[in-house]
RNA sequence: GGCGACGUAGCCAAGUGGUUUAAGGCAGAGGUCUGCAAAACCUCCAUUCGCCGGUUCGAAUCCGGCCGUCGCCUCCA
């Protein structure tokens, strides 16, 4: 079986056929950097690093663009307000998100792109789309004339009667056309600009995009990606401007991912109901948001509240429970072999479902029921070769799904290194009270730990112990 | 108003015509193990898939209506 996925562009489940035999170009839309990305925007990130990794799973060599919207009327109205010059409130917001990129465990992109390194190609791309007559310029300004783009509307399946009804009726009334949108926008005074053929300004939105995709991955891409508020205006303009451009499709496979929902409603910037991914990692780790997001479908809402991070949490010390070392003895008969199978189904079972549009929710499903498997014959005494492997295929297949599979950080004032061999001796104090039947103080000792964060287990080969945050 | 998505157990959620009289996780109940606990394992936990009709030998799955929720139509991952 082959990976199947569903396609935005015709809203149909297809079949993934790369333009170049084994190899994929993807760009995905990044933030506005005006202010700290919240965990809606790292779930897109987290959906996207998740699609890239199982194609690099399944053999394809990725080549993975983002990009940083860093010049933005927002972020130019956010700089006025906080008194702070424009480019160094986007070079810090920047900053601070491929931080969090990385603190989420989202490998690194081939190539991040921004709109202030961009700004030859994106002036070029404006001056082609005049001179093929797609564009006009008025008052310093140039705008896209979208009538000129006959399939104007096929992603979104919007008419250009429906565009035109919402469109904020503003300054530029002498637009062609309601539904035309900037490619450049005139700087107004005080604005930051660039010198470009039609006076100072900057670009609109979402030339930057189109810009791009054709200058770093071609005129032809694999596949977009992008938060399904996206569809439109944005990637359907994308489109009208760079099939204009090049008059080749632009994206083969449009892929959307649905809104984180807190209480509800679509986290977001402008509602102000979120929670920035630096609160989010305060409390939880990054695995707990893959969780969440992973047990659902990436297209659909995801509904984010604090017991269902906590049922998450719980099924990740789950998931690594599974992973204690295993020291059992028996290495063949039925025990061990039902194992070695189970591992086989797990694989099989996992693949399947990630080739049906990156079914996630029932791909850990498929993990979930190996740890079960390893569980038992954990319990069997199994252990060797099919322990090993089946143990490795957790961890292998939750690192294509993002996961670290790290438990809970150490603290830091354990860093003299002293902890550890001060609770094994606790522990052998602690089992020979035990011997002596001296219950009461092992079970005060025991309890007194666990305040600590520090877990005693009991079992037939002695005591074992392992963090566990309150 | 226009376009679109969705409604499955206490919660999250997969499943889109028979192999499912509905995966998986969390929570809950009972049991095994244990000095006790924890972890783990076993059993139980929706005769039912928003509601009402229809198509079909057969539907959570297809069609129609209704109710409800959400997204886009303005900046948005």
């Not at 604005?191 to 810009?211: A, D, K, L, N, V």
């Not at 740890?371 to 490795?392: E, K, P, S, Y």
Request: hydrophobic share 35%; charged share 30%; glycine share 8%.
């Amino acid at each position: 079986m082959a990976l199947r996925v569903f396609n935005s562009l015709g809203r149909e489940i297809q079949s993934f056929q790369p333009l170049a035999e084994g190899c994929v170009r993807m760009y995905v839309c990044g933030p506005t950097v005006y202010a700290d990305a919240h965990i809606g925007h790292a779930m897109s990130a987290i959906v996207f690093d998740m699609i890239r990794r199982y194609l690099e799973y399944l053999g394809y060599e990725v080549t993975y663009v983002t990009n940083f919207t860093d010049v933005d009327d927002k972020i130019i109205d956010r700089a006025r307000e906080t008194e702070q010059d424009p480019f160094e409130l986007a070079e810090h917001y920047t900053n601070r998100y491929l931080e969090h990129l990385r603190d989420l465990n989202v490998k690194e992109a081939t190539e991040y792109t921004r709109v202030t390194t961009e700004m030859p190609n994106i002036i070029s791309d404006i001056h082609e789309l005049g001179e093929a007559g797609y564009a006009y310029e008025l008052n310093g300004s140039v705008y896209f004339r979208v009538l000129r783009d006959e399939d104007y509307g096929k992603l979104s399946q919007r008419r250009l009667e429906d565009a035109r009804a919402g469109t904020r009726v503003e300054e530029d009334l002498d637009k062609e056309d309601p539904a035309d949108f900037a490619l450049w926008k005139a700087a107004q005074p005080g604005e930051p600009y660039w010198e470009s053929p039609w006076g100072h300004g900057r670009p609109g939105w979402h030339i930057e995009c189109t810009s791009m995709c054709r200058h770093h991955l071609g005129d032809t891409i694999d596949i977009h990606g992008g938060g399904n508020d996206l569809v439109f205006p944005h990637h359907e303009n994308e489109i009208a401007q760079s099939e204009s451009l090049t008059g080749q499709p632009f994206a083969n496979y449009w892929l959307h991912n649905g809104m984180m929902q807190l209480s509800g409603t679509k986290m977001s910037k402008s509602l102000g109901n979120l929670i920035t991914i630096a609160e989010f990692l305060e409390d939880h780790s990054p695995d707990a948001l893959r969780m969440v997001v992973f047990q659902g479908h990436y297209r659909k809402p995801v509904q984010f509240a604090d017991d269902i991070v906590a049922a998450a949490e719980r099924g990740l010390r789950r998931m690594r429970q599974g992973l204690r070392f295993a020291q059992g003895r028996t290495t063949v008969g039925p025990e061990a072999d039902a194992l070695r199978q189970a591992t086989e189904r797990a694989r099989a079972d996992f693949r399947a479902h990630m080739d049906d549009d990156f079914n996630t929710s029932a791909a850990i499903a498929s993990i979930f029921d190996l740890v079960r498997a390893i569980n038992t014959a954990q319990a069997a005494d199994v252990g060797g070769l099919f322990m090993d492997a089946a143990q490795d295929t957790v961890r292998e297949l939750m690192d294509v799904l993002g996961f670290t599979l790290e438990g809970p950080a150490e603290p830091e004032e354990e860093a003299s290194g002293l902890a550890e061999p001060l609770i094994e001796l606790l522990i052998e104090t602690r089992s020979e009270l035990r011997v002596a039947r001296k219950f009461e103080l092992a079970d005060r000792l025991r309890d007194r730990l666990g305040e600590l964060g520090i877990q005693l287990e009991d079992g037939p080969r002695g005591t074992t112990w392992q963090r566990n945050r309150a």
